[in-house]
């Protein structure tokens, strides 16, 4: 079971358990918001993937289920996921996931993983599916880019991207990366500016690298405010609640691994980051939000 609840005061932003580096954020006590799908036999079977956010909602992806929340942290609506959908993003009315297909209903002989579009109220429409898992995925001018398998636990220098289009959900190419640090898996979470692909992959150093359309490394920014890796969720925050900062959000998941979840229910924090480009780092500012960012 996950609760979400709301910070809502002078630097609300979304979670009542808002916190940067131990300091918390003022909070008003919410309507508790509840996940209660988990995958038979996977002891971690509510991990949280990845989440997205458009002017009025927050999208939540956790394995087997999808979730909308409004941006004072109440729940709308959750809905099944096949197993095991990982990042979400949300572009133009349309949610896309990006699944990798293990656990439960996967079949050995079928496809390894796939791009599923939703509308905003997630409806499933349409989906594609391909030979290899997805995971990792965002959308610049109506293309999609995802993390493309395959991708090994043990650490490696390449990694892959596929390119699809939005519109007819064809792929458009497959390319490697590479930017100088070992990774494990593949491209976890992936945001973008509007020009540049934001890609987090599992690296406590470098967990972050910025490629430009054709997927051509720009930069390896500082992202050592993380003070962890990313692998939860990672995503810009909307123009319209950003308060006109450049400002990236990360969500992560607290005491996932409790016993009695209904007694200790697990928790999400999320935590913003202003992204210095002259400095080409990101700085946590959660604890320094201004009253007019991310709140209407």
């Known amino acids: 079971m996950l609760r979400v609840t709301v910070a809502a005061a002078a630097a609300a932003v979304l979670t009542s358990a808002v916190a940067s580096q131990g300091a918390k954020l003022p909070a008003l006590e919410t309507e508790k918001a509840v996940l209660v799908h988990t995958v038979p036999g996977v002891r971690n079977g509510n991990h949280v993937q990845g989440f997205c956010a458009d002017d009025d909602y927050i999208y939540v992806s956790q394995m087997i289920q999808l979730t909308k929340f409004d941006w004072k942290g109440n729940c ?5 996921a096949p197993s095991h959908t990982g990042d979400i993003c949300v572009q133009d009315g349309r949610l896309y996931a990006a699944v990798a297909a293990w656990g439960p209903g996967a079949r050995k002989d ?13 409806n499933f429409l349409r989906k594609v599916e391909f030979d290899q898992g997805l995971d990792g995925i965002a959308v610049i001018d109506g293309v999609i880019y995802a993390g493309y398998g395959p991708n090994p636990m043990a650490g490696h220098l390449t990694n892959r991207f596929i390119r699809v289009d939005a ?3 064809k792929t458009i190419d497959v390319k490697e990366v590479c930017y100088g640090a070992q990774t494990a898996f593949g491209c976890q979470n992936a945001a973008s500016d509007g020009k540049d692909l934001f890609a987090i992959f599992y690296n406590g150093e470098k967990p ?3 490629f430009d359309r ?24 909307p123009a319209s609640r950003a308060g006109g900062r450049d400002l990236f959000m990360r969500l992560r998941t607290m005491n ?6 209904d007694r200790e229910p697990i928790y999400a924090v999320i935590d913003f980051f202003e992204y210095d480009r002259a400095g080409n780092r990101l700085v946590n500012v959660t604890a320094k939000l201004p009253s007019t960012a991310c709140v209407k």
């Open 208 to 210: 972050l690298a910025v």
């Open 76 to 80: 709308v609506k959750k809905v099944e």
């Open 256 to 261: 996932r691994f409790v016993r009695d979840r």
């Open 167 to 169: 519109k007819t959900l």
């Open 214 to 237: 054709e997927l051509n490394l720009k930069s390896v920014p500082d992202a050592s405010s993380f003070h962890r890796s990313c692998g939860e969720g990672f995503e810009r925050v």
């Open 110 to 122: 079928g496809p390894k993983g796939g791009i599923y579009e939703y509308d905003t109220d997630l």
